[in-house]
């Protein structure tokens, strides 16, 4: 993280410093504006110098910019150019600009780099020793500061004492500001990061309990699904299937904001529960051969406000979203897109998103898997039940996805089909054994 952001600072650092380079083509026009008034002479010639000067050194700058890999080098260019801006100026005998060679070694002060702000400060006195040099050499007259005249050794040598202990106080302030703002920064990193690890630990420790959540209510559903013959692994069909509706919706162009990946697991895995109010319907019921008679299908029919009642009792999962989609799965599976489902009669968009994918992976599951009363019906024509239902039972663009994501059903169908088979067998042998004996006590 430290490496990250000293480097999108250095980045950022060198364009601005690009910036105040082309800004500096504001001084030799202003030269060339104050000359035209009489405000001031300075030669033309030297204006449009220092113009060209600027001009390089800021098309140099900005095609360093264009790599990253020139980082380090367009930061001592841009330094470096502003401090030879000052120089060139300096070395006219018309303009004094000493306090200006403190600019390059306070802007350095924005790379948070010790190492940089001593090397541009070095450059910068050094560049003053050599203002002082040749400006001794063009001027004609030599005075101190109240006006006695002096040699010209005397004057170079008086001009650099003077620059040299007000360069001492610029080198002492950059230092101690570049230091404190470095440490200040290292500081706020270093709390960040360990920010990030708690919260990575504690993103981790939420995820767990997430899991072992889920893995708990899937043991539950498991046990729930052992109370009724053969649909006691309809809940891991319907989970699969919920799973493979989604992202076929989602591919298909429907509902793309709601079908996220997050919301797609906790679709397929409220899955588990839809069936929790089955719960409260007699074993005998839920496993009878025959067909229901108008009481016992009352009764089985209860099931989904049954479970909307059960599920009023589940914990928080997920603040509370995987209840909502649970709740809405268990209580709506069975309304109907044409509104002549149970047990409220909701039709279209007034039946949860959640519920109408369900009603789909409900549907789909007990028309291709084995029951008591039938065997499974083929893919073929779980697909024909879907296409004559579109815009009845269910919603059409929902129907549409499990028609198109046949391929992947049939496969699906088949793996579940393969590990199933054996222990199918052995569930109805059992019942039907328990059911003869029932009948001869």
């Known amino acids: 993280m430290e490496n990250n952001f000293f480097e999108e600072n250095l980045t950022y650092i060198n364009r601005m410093v690009c910036n105040i380079i082309l800004s500096t083509t504001l001084v030799p026009f202003s030269f060339l504006f104050l000359s035209s008034m009489g405000l001031w002479t300075v030669p033309v010639g030297f204006s449009f110098l220092m113009l060209f000067l600027s001009l390089s050194v800021w098309v140099i700058d900005s095609l360093l910019l264009q790599n990253e890999k020139y980082s380090i080098i367009s930061m001592y260019l841009g330094l470096s150019g502003i401090s030879l801006f000052i120089l060139a100026l300096g ?5 004094n600009v000493s306090i200006a060679f403190g600019i390059p070694p306070f802007v350095s002060c924005l790379y948070y780099n010790r190492k940089v702000t001593k090397r541009v400060s070095l450059f910068s006195y050094l560049v003053i020793l050599i203002s002082i040099f040749f400006r001794g050499f063009t001027l004609s007259k030599f005075v101190d500061i109240v006006g006695n005249s002096q040699t010209q050794i005397q004057w170079m040598l008086s001009s650099i004492c003077g620059v040299s202990l007000e360069f001492m106080f610029v080198i002492i302030i950059t230092n101690y500001l570049t230091r404190r703002t470095h440490n200040t920064l290292q500081n706020m990193i270093t709390i960040q990061e360990q920010r990030d690890i708690a919260y990575n630990e504690l993103k981790h420790s939420n995820d767990q309990l997430n899991e072992t959540q889920l893995d708990i209510i899937e043991f539950v559903a498991q046990c729930l699904g052992s109370h009724d013959l053969f649909t006691g692994r309809h809940v891991m069909h319907t989970k699969k299937y919920v799973e493979i509706i989604c992202r076929k919706l989602r591919e298909n162009g429907h509902y793309v904001e709601i079908l996220t990946d997050e919301n797609i697991e906790l679709f397929s895995s409220a899955a588990f529960l839809h069936d929790v109010g089955k719960i409260h319907i007699p ?13 016992e299908f009352a009764l089985m029919k209860s099931h989904p406000e049954e479970g909307h009642k059960l599920l009023q009792f589940l914990p928080p999962i997920q603040n509370g979203l995987f209840n909502k989609i649970a709740d809405e799965m268990a209580y709506c599976h069975h309304e109907k897109w044409d509104g002549s489902g149970y047990p409220r009669k909701l039709s279209a968009l007034e039946i949860p998103l959640s519920a109408r994918i369900m009603a789909c992976a409900d549907v789909l599951d007990a028309l291709i898997s084995q029951r008591l009363y039938k065997e499974p019906m083929s893919i073929e024509q779980a697909m024909d039940v879907f296409e004559k239902s579109s815009g009845s039972h269910f919603e059409p663009c929902i129907a549409q996805a499990v028609i198109d994501s046949r391929a992947e059903i049939e496969k699906e169908d088949k793996l579940f089909k393969d590990s199933e088979n054996q222990s199918n067998a ?12 029932r009948n001869i006590s």
């Open 91 to 95: 070395l006219n005998k018309i303009i």
């Open 283 to 295: 074993e005998a019921i839920l496993n009878k051969v025959g067909k229901f008679t108008d009481d």
């Open 426 to 437: 052995e569930e109805l042998q059992w019942w039907l054994r328990y059911h003869a004996n």
